[in-house]
C-alpha cells in the first residue's frame, strides 16, 4: 500500500535510525516532533535561532526601547558636532548617551534609528514573505491538482512575471505612485513606501514558492491517499487543504525561511538607490548610503548598520539551512 508524504517520513525515521531510534525516544513521534528533534541538537540551528529572536524581539520592543533611551530617531545634537558636521570624540561620538554615536551632518543618534531600521526592514519582510507565500500556495496547489488550462494559465503567468526585470520596474513603478497618490510638493507618508515595497515584493516573489507546490502537488495527486479522499467525494476544498497542503508544508517552511532574508537584502538595496524609503525613514539601506561619503573620516558610522544587517541576513541563512536539514529524514545531520 502506498504512503503519504507524511507517513514516509516518519516511516523513514524509525527504520533508519532502528533500535538506536527507539533509545533516543523518537519511535512514535509525529514528523514534526522528529523535525523538531534534530533542531534541537543541531548547534547552528540553536544559534542562529537565537540571534534571530533577540532581533524579533528588539523589533517588537521599540517603542520601549526608545521610550528609555530617551531619544527619538528624527531628534538632532548638532552641538555635539565640530565645524565640519563631524561628531566630537572617538568612534564617531560613542558616549554613555549615544551608544553607537551620531550621523555627521545631521547629529541624529545612531543607535535608535537602527532599532527603528530593524523593525522596518523584518516588517517589510515578514510581511512580504507571508503574502508571496499565501499567493504562491494558492495558484501552486490549484495548478497542480487542477491541470488542464488552469496549471497551462497559472503556468504562463508565471513565466511572464519572470521575464519581467524587477529593478527595472521597481524604478519606475515606486517614484511613479508616490507622484501619482502625492504629487511633487507633499511629503510621502512612510506607510505608502512600505506598502509599495510590501506589493512590489509580493508582484514577484510569489513564483518560486508556486512553481515548488505545483511539482509537489504533481507528485501528490495520483497517490492512493488522494484517490481514496476523491472517491469518497471529498470536495474541492478538502483535497487541496485537508490532503494535499499538510504534506509539502516542510518545503514551504523552508523557503519561506529563506525568502525572508532575501526580501531584507532587496529593501536595503532599493533604500539605498534611492528607490525604496526615504531618509526620513529609518532604514539600513539609507544609512549605509549616507555612510559612503564618511568611510575615511567616521568608519563607524558604515560600520554599526553594516554589521547588524549583515548578522540578520546571516543567522536568517543559517536557520533555513538548518530547518532544512532538520525537516529531511535522510539527512546526517
Known amino acids: 500500500m502506498s504512503l503519504s508524504p507524511v507517513e514516509g517520513v516518519a516511516l523513514a525515521e524509525i527504520e533508519s535510525g532502528g533500535d538506536a ?162 504629487g511633487q510638493r507633499e511629503a510621502v507618508p512612510p506607510a505608502f513606501q512600505i506598502g509599495v515595497l510590501v506589493a512590489i515584493f509580493a508582484l514577484f516573489g510569489w513564483t518560486s514558492t508556486a512553481r515548488l507546490v505545483r511539482g509537489q502537488v504533481i507528485a501528490l495527486r495520483e497517490r492512493e491517499f488522494v484517490e481514496a479522499a476523491r472517491a469518497a467525494g471529498a470536495g474541492l476544498g478538502h483535497m487541496l487543504f485537508r490532503q494535499l497542503l499538510p504534506n509539502i508544508w516542510a518545503p514551504i517552511l523552508v523557503s519561506f525561511s529563506l525568502a525572508v532574508p532575501a526580501y531584507i537584502t532587496s529593501e536595503a538595496a532599493l533604500s539605498f538607490i534611492g528607490v525604496g524609503l526615504t531618509d526620513e525613514t529609518p532604514s539600513f539601506g539609507r544609512m549605509i548610503y549616507r555612510s559612503l561619503d564618511y568611510l575615511q573620516t567616521d568608519p563607524a558610522y558604515v560600520f554599526f548598520p553594516g554589521v547588524t544587517i549583515f548578522a540578520l541576513v546571516f543567522a536568517f541563512n543559517l536557520f533555513g539551512d538548518a530547518l532544512r536539514d532538520a525537516l529531511d529524514p535522510k539527512s546526517s545531520r
Open 21 to 182: 531510534g527507539a533509545e533516543k525516544g523518537f519511535v512514535g513521534r509525529s514528523p514534526g516532533q522528529l523535525a523538531w528533534a534534530r533542531l534541537r541538537r543541531d548547534r547552528t540551528a540553536v544559534v542562529s535561532g537565537a540571534m534571530l529572536l533577540f532581533f524579533v524581539v528588539v523589533a517588537l520592543a521599540v517603542p520601549l526601547i526608545e521610550m528609555a533611551y530617551g531619544i527619538g530617531p528624527r531628534e538632532q545634537f548638532q552641538n555635539r558636532l565640530d565645524g565640519f558636521g563631524m561628531p566630537l570624540g572617538y568612534a564617531g561620538g560613542v558616549t554613555g548617551e549615544h551608544w553607537f554615536g551620531l550621523e555627521p551632518g545631521l547629529g541624529r543618534d545612531i543607535f535608535i534609528r537602527m532599532v527603528h531600521g530593524l523593525r522596518t526592514s523584518l516588517f517589510i519582510a515578514f510581511a512580504a514573505a507571508v503574502i508571496t507565500a499565501a499567493i504562491g500556495i494558492v495558484l501552486g496547489t490549484v495548478a497542480g491538482y487542477l491541470g488542464g488550462w488552469v496549471d497551462a494559465v497559472v503556468n504562463w503567468v508565471t513565466d511572464l512575471t519572470l521575464a519581467m526585470p524587477f529593478l527595472i520596474i521597481a524604478l519606475a513603478l515606486t517614484p511613479t505612485l508616490a507622484l501619482r497618490f502625492y
